[in-house]
């Protein structure tokens, strides 16, 4: 795109600061945005791109800093007034009624008057412009439950288009979508911005942003650290200005070397409080020193998996560890059972799971082995024991601040999830469950963890990694395997697949394997 | 990092919650033609002013410090029994038991085993809503009230047919022997020269109490028990994910709470009333709920706020006694003060901690 300097920003926000108590969420923050480009805003967790969008979209009030909307100042005191202005936002869980049809769902909050049936009788018409225009194929009476993760999504973006937004945010789109999904997205704004559309793209995915954009604003700390081209940046690049040093993008490791079988799975099945059937018949295993990755779209069983493993859930089938049978029917285990043979686990979601968040964080490191004999003391707990143990996997961990007194919650993500991983791997476990290792946690911290994860697998343990982020997948595993609906679609050798043949096994399509 | 210091939250939030009802009680009882003034000064003196009025704000205070408590630990599992009223009575029934069937040599020994029955009683009656709602998913604060219901009901059928004696005209037990007698504030105090009103009915009961306060402060913040309670209350997922489990933890604290709510009886029928009649609680049951929201569940805030409803207690109705201010009238102050201090805690915390944010930005 080139812009010549005399046509005004589509928008322009000037000296933007905001304040929750002693929290600076945005520092000054000015950014223009010209119009018919895709403008990527990237930053770790934290970083404040989440509330400048809410202040753009009229959530939030800006404390100081103005709003320009090409080239008139704009107040925008709520999501009305951003509608209104042109601006329509699709959030990263989207706001759709579930047990409406996508009509019902276009209209809502937009009928023009008590009766529903020329509303929608005008969306529908729109619908098929708007398809006919961007290529957004939605069938207008779906109801909206029932559609694709990838089909809600556009039915949002609709959602925007109806309201002839002229700016489109995006808040993380690709969280839930499958690579193919996540690329037929891309195509959509591509499209829209040919025909002009201006778009800000929020995401943490370095790929996404060079893929895709135009331009890219960094966020740290608050502040917007730097504007640059897309075209003249490097994904290294970036990730150093998101971080503010240099960040190792690749682990490094070296060959796995299995050993004997830890963990060998068959016919494992799972069916939920609602009488679905979760997994249905996973059998797998999971060798001594290899890391076995579980690649798939969120949703697919990968939760179940690990919980059931873990001793959350019950299920039916075979679970063995180190060659023994242990109890799958959730009747004679529990976390703790499964703790005492080995089995370590990090679980997909720390603040709901992994830790006791008003709990400080020596509490934290107890839990799930509270009933440690070396925690105990006669009666009581020994407090004492347990906080020095903390202090130790603090430093080791190099958990910051190293306070064993601070609650979990007042840690960020990247902290709280080295207190969970110091905890279970200094257990010295012979397989380790980790979901979602780095989900929330900032690049710093993830180098960390992707070390940690490696070395231990080095020491001879067997891991096994579920993710959603193909990267990491890719990054950390020895094998991959992918699950879809519950099954496991095929295992892969890393350095045999793509990311198109994982995406199509993830979409539940299987290529007959090169022989 | 916290809002604001632990202090503030323990000490600031309640005083100014009690102001404000302090305020709100006198702009009623300036409403109704009364000198609000002359109120206090006759509530303060009526329960504080000497040792009848102490006796009786203490002996309430021990009431609600059982109650209270057994509120708290539920609270820390995050469940709202709200069936102490119910575990009290049938505690009542278990102290009677003790008291009247068995033959005792010496109040000592009576107490300690009315104690352990009252707990059992108690426990036992909390026992069918937690297992009701660890196994069913019914809702502990509707089964705990319709136990309630069903604990009166109880109670007044064996008053009348059971255990009433042949010929007498009230629905209660008889007489509890003398041996079972417990032993008042006026006859412990002697002894050391102080001289405490014999007609106040505070008894060993608030010693048992306060061991109780300093018992539960142990278990929930010391014992390996108390910490699973504390985090399946904070969290019933991650209580799974640690192996702990969420039927076997809500039974637990239920029978906790219910024996300690039981343990009341200890005070009011064994100590006060001395045999055990209808409707013995008064409402006490439902007192605790407002002294552990006040007490913020902890031990220490249960025992203050606990004599703190005690003495609006007794002043209440030294107040109803000797001035026109109707009884209704005090039922609304302490209804006022349960308001400020337990209902609408956070329209004194949310704009408190908005302050200390103020101040620590202008330090930093």
Redesign the interface.
Known sequence: MTTAPSIEPAIELKGISKAF??VQANKDISIRVMPGTIHGIIGENGAGKSTLMSILYGFYKADKGEIFISGKKTQIPDSQAAIAAGIGMVFQHFKLVENFSVLENIILGAEDGPMLRPSLAKARQSLTDLAAEYGLDVDPDAIVENLSVGHQQRVEILKALYRQADILILDEPTGVLTPAEADQLFRILNRLREEGKTIILITHKLREIMDTTDTVSVMRRGEMTATVKTSETSPAGLAELMVGRKVLLQVDKTPAKPGATVLEVENLRVTDEKGVERLKGISLEVKAGEILGIAGVAGNGQSELLEVL???ASGTGIIRINGEDIDVSGKFS??????ARGIA?V?E?RQ????????MAW?NT???Y??DPAY?SG???N?AAIRKDTEEKMERFDVRPPNPKL?AK?FSGGNQQKIVLAREIERNPDLLLIGQPTRGVDIGAIEFIHQQIVSLRDQGKAILLVSVELDEIFALSDRIAVMFDGQIMGVRDPSKTDEKELGLMMAGVVEEEAA | MEKMPAWADAVLVPLISLLLAAILSALVILGIGEDPVAAVKMMVSGSLGSTYGWGYTLYYATNFMFTGLAVSVAFHARMFNIGGEGQAMLGGLGVAVICLYMPWPHWSLALIFATLSSAVFGAAWAFLPAYLQAKRGSHIVITTIMFNFIAAALLNYLLVNVMRPAGAMDPATAKFPEATHLPTLHDMLAPFGIAFSKAAPANVSLLVAMLACVAVYFLIWRTRLGYEIRAFGHSESGAKYAGISPVKITVIAMLISGGLAGMMAINNVMGESERLIMNSTEGAGFIGIAVALMGRSHPLGVFLAAILFGFLYQGGAELALWTSIPRELIVVIQALVILFTGALDNMVRIPLEKLFLMFRKGDA
């Open positions: 108590g002693p873990g001793g959350i529990d976390g703790q059972s499964r703790r686990h679980p979601d709901r799971e992994g830790l006791i968040m008003d709990y509490e107890a839990f799930g509270h009933r105990q009666i009581f707990m407090n609650s007042n």
